[in-house]
């Protein structure tokens, strides 16, 4: 179908301004970090960018979906925009201003009293990003892609560049002898330069987009603001939902396990988990394209038609990725150092858990078409208990694997339960059945070149991509996958 090509299309020119970063920030960064670091130190990071994850969604509180939503409708455009962006500038500026003055309580509740200028830093960075999240939303509803990727490249560059020179040339400076970094590096305050690096990345984006920023009328409509709250609020609490589904382990770890060989525990854990998220990475620009090109065809005869397409390619695209994480795992595990390696079993079993939650990100869009937000709570806290329970009951005697397995248990509830309500509001013939044996083949890929031991590279290279032509065959041969996408319609 044309749709769903412009669809890909825009999903891959978000994937500049998702997967170019994100791969720079891993490539780079986690490079960096897993060999500059001990795995307790790794830990603060991986633990710190846990928390920032709930708090992003409550500074937001929906307000992105509640744009989309009510763009649609208002003739006047501008007073959507300029209503969303006064009130997210009034509630990021208040975060800040109160995590600064009760700065004590908040550093003791996230066992960081001795280390209160992580947090102030830290509360900063999320300031930031959290206003800016409308001006993002904007350049998305007005389809413009490429400068919404530029934007996102330039955050990570100036984010490396700082890390590079924070991290990497003024200790090697400071070591020589140099008196011109005096008062200005102390190399006893380590971690605490990941947030500085990153604190110059958000706060050079947000000077990036000031003027597109406030390129509006200065408007505030207390009744439209009410109505994007209410549409908006379901949403913020069905995220936090989904954030203790993918952060939760990183936060809980350490209180679980103690102190010291929590941290340690998490920095290990986060760094296999970093691989696997290579994959978040195709759902996050599948979203930023997906969620206006949902709305924007909601109204269109055939769209249900249009989003049971959408999910039949999106989950083979999924796969594929799934496949290549898998398959080359020997080579994308060097991202990471020497003493944090072992982690890397985790990948295939988050992986998975990914593509469950790929699966339901495209399915929920029933309730947000129907303005039926409030089941995106039931669902995603439905989820966010499985992985209470299972990193609880479980991590104690199995370490950081529950909580590998905890995703695929989590997400799979969640799309069960999203697939059953949706059956009585809005019911999509998605053909799920019919995309079992994709799975299920690459499921068995998976676990069989975990059997084989491979004693040369090459071969083991030669076998992997073997079985990565096999099921692009298989593709091929069910749905005639390349002619659907790039030739004649099906």
């Known amino acids: 179908m044309n749709e769903v090509r412009t669809l890909a299309r825009q999903t891959f020119i978000y994937g500049f301004g998702t997967i170019v970063p994100r791969f720079l920030n891993y490539g780079i960064l986690t490079f960096l970090y897993t060999r500059l670091f001990d795995k307790g130190e790794y830990g603060v990071v991986t633990e710190l960018y846990g928390w920032m994850v709930f708090l992003l969604i409550i ?18 455009y501008e007073r959507v925009y300029s209503t969303a962006m006064i009130s997210l500038l009034v509630s990021s500026s208040l975060f800040l201003l109160l995590v600064n003055i009760f700065i004590s309580p908040v550093s003791v509740a996230l066992r960081y009293s001795d280390n209160q200028g992580y947090i102030r830093l830290f509360a900063a960075i999320v300031a930031t990003d959290a206003f800016t999240a409308i001006p993002f939303a904007r350049l998305r509803k007005e389809n413009k892609p490429v400068l919404f990727s530029t934007i996102k490249i330039l955050n990570v560059v100036i ?5 590079l020179l924070l991290l990497v040339i003024a200790p090697r400076i400071y070591e020589r002898g140099g008196k011109a970094l005096a008062g200005l590096y102390n190399p006893d305050y380590g971690v605490g330069y990941v947030f500085v690096a990153n604190l110059i990345g958000s706060l050079s984006t947000l000077i990036i987009l000031l003027p597109y920023t406030f390129r509006i009328k200065v408007l505030f409509d207390r009744s ?3 109505r994007m709250v209410s549409y908006s ?30 941290l340690e525990m998490v920095g290990e854990y986060g760094a296999g988990y970093k691989i696997a998220v290579l994959m978040s990475l195709f759902i996050q620009m599948f979203r930023f ?6 709305f924007e065809r909601a109204k269109r005869e055939g769209a249900k038609t249009t989003y049971a397409y959408v999910m039949k390619y999106f989950i083979i695209a999924m796969l594929l990725i799934y496949l290549i994480i898998n398959l080359y795992l020997s080579g994308f595990k060097y991202i990471i150092g020497e003493s944090f390696r072992e982690s890397v079993k985790v990948v295939p079993v988050v992986g998975m858990g990914y593509l469950l ?3 339901y990100v495209n399915h929920s869009i029933w309730y947000k078409l129907n303005d039926l937000t409030r089941y995106g709570i039931y669902i995603t806290f439905s989820g966010a208990a499985v992985t209470v329970c299972i990193n609880v009951f479980l991590i104690p005697v199995f370490g950081y694997m529950a909580s590998a397995w905890a995703h ?9 339960l999203s697939f059953i309500l949706a059956e009585r509001h809005y019911k999509i013939e998605y053909g799920m059945v019919k995309m079992l044996p994709y799975i299920v083949f690459a499921v ?3 676990l069989l070149i975990n059997i084989i031991e491979y004693n040369n590279t090459g071969i083991e290279l030669f076998i992997n991509t073997l079985f990565l032509v096999a099921f692009l065959g298989f593709a091929q041969y069910r749905d005639r996958l390349v002619t659907v996408m790039f030739g004649k319609e099906k």
């Open 289 to 294: 394209a997906a969620e206006p090109f949902f």
């Open 357 to 359: 939650y790929g699966i």
């Open 408 to 416: 695929v248990a989590s997400y799979g509830t969640m799309i069960i």
């Open 444 to 446: 068995l890929i998976v």
């Open 224 to 226: 439209l603001w009410f």
């Open 59 to 76: 500074l937001t509180y929906g307000m992105e979906t509640g744009f989309f939503r009510y763009a649609q409708k208002e003739e006047d």
């Open 159 to 163: 984010t490396i560049g700082a890390v």
């Open 233 to 262: 609020f379901p949403l913020m609490i069905a995220g936090l939902g989904g954030a203790v589904n993918e952060t939760l382990d990183k936060v809980i770890m350490r209180r679980v396990v103690g102190e010291d060989a929590g």
